[in-house]
């Protein structure tokens, strides 16, 4: 009764679709679209594909079902929901705020960058674009995207467009705001991605990219690239389904209590799985034809999206308007994530200092234009500095999806498996059920495989320097 008092107050979803529409939009971000595809292409197509499924029903199912139900069991942001679970875990709670508000200031800085190329489609000079050439006060010839980026003002303009539209969301609130969005945004979002990979697929020669992408290739696996196939998928995982990031457990306390929570984490992963699985048939197929079979231009990491597919769009029949679909997509895609990340932080904001929604907006609204000017800056006056070797908006990624993220999924677990036990999820779980049916799976993987494959994305970074 406490609790769900308490979540009345502080608002929630009004319906079982609101929370699963605004979970999967957290979880289908720029992780799927563009991440996903290249990751599969080089480690093996099918033998990805195949890796990736099972951990997203084991482990990806276990960890997100676990914030949720701390989140809706305790009712609060991430600070007091993991305070409430154990006093000596509260710093965990910590981890979780600061995690998203890393993240939250370049992924808007990115999101920026994808509206940049989303206008330039819209108004039809996508091609001419795509395949620019700029010289440099050096003279060296850079590509359009590596011009824009080093321009200081276009990149920030865009950026604090993108903040701005994921604002109004938090600002209008979790049922009026969130939610309206995710059930307007999500179905289009579905018909974009389906509508644009049946298109790709009907290209010549798109089969062979299709056979590259989901058959098995088990060419030059060594155990060594099967170890470094697990750890990609886990990270992959773990990034894709936006889990240790404080979102789910903020999420999780605005759902309704009855509401039965095993089958609502099923649906977010088979709607972020699905979502990532088509982004490959766009993707890879249209890659695979454009550079004859050459798998390397796959392989092209960041630049694929922004460098390559362009280049892709231009030479496709009709490329004008894919180029342009495929980048409303990617916006939408991007937005519904980083609203759930704003949120996150904007609860914890609202709830330590006793603030309303919109003055707790405008103070996330501030704080990430300032961290995300360092991402802008690090392209342009700031380049030369580097990190840890890396570029600032690199170094934010890695800090957060390498070593914080990692460490409070682990420390989760251990909090869960070992120290509150199974008993504290299973409760939760049973008010929306009449049995917990994975619990036997649920137990295995919180308490041994979990952990095990945090400690392996933690440690990978290491091992593979060495
Ligand atoms: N899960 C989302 C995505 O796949 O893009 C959101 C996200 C993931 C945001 C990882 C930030 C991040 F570091």
Known sequence: MKNNSK??????????????????????????????????AKYGGGVFLMVYIVF?????????????????????????????????????????AVIPALILPYYCVIGGW??????????????????????????????????????????TVFFIIFLLFTS????????????????????????LIVAISVYTLTLDGAGRGLKYYLLPNLNGFTPTKFLQTIAAACGQLFYSMSIAMGIMVTYGSYMRKEDSLESSVRQIEIFDTAVAILAGM??????????????????????????????????????????????????LAALTSSISLMETVTAVVIEKFSFGRAKSCVIVIFATFILGMFSVLGYSAWSDIKLLGMQILDFFDFITNNIMMPILALLTCILIG???????????????EKRFRSKLLYNIMIKFICPVCMLMILLTPFVTNI
């Open 168 to 191: 109004v969301a938090v600002f209008l609130g979790v049922e009026k705001g969130i939610e309206k969005v995710s059930k307007l945004l999500m179905p289009i979002l579905l018909l």
């Open 282 to 331: 766009i993707i890879v197929p249209a890659v695979f034809i454009f550079s004859n079979g050459d798998s390397d231009s796959l392989n092209a990491g960041p630049g694929l999206m922004f460098n390559t597919l362009p280049k892709v769009f231009a030479t496709m029949p009709a490329g004008q308007f894919i180029g342009a679909a495929f980048f409303i997509l990617v916006t």
């Open 56 to 96: 997203a029903i084991t482990f990806g199912f276990a960890l997100m079902l676990t914030e949720i139900a701390i989140g809706r069991k305790t009712g609060q942001s991430v600070i007091g929901a993991y305070k409430s679970v154990d006093k000596r875990f509260s710093p965990l709670g910590l981890l979780a």
């Open 418 to 432: 070992y120290i509150v036990k199974v008993k504290y999820i299973e409760e939760e779980v049973m008010l929306g």
């Open 114 to 155: 994808v509206l940049k190329y989303m206008y330039v489609f819209i108004i039809g000079s996508g091609k001419k674009v795509s395949t620019a050439e700029y010289i440099t006060a050096s003279g060296e010839r850079i590509p359009f995207f590596s011009n824009f980026i080093s321009h200081f003002t276009q990149p």
């Open 7 to 40: 979540v009345s107050e502080r608002g929630g979803f009004g319906s079982k679709i609101g929370f699963i529409l605004a979970a999967a939009g957290s979880a289908v971000g720029l992780g799927n679209i563009w991440r996903f595809p290249y990751l599969a």
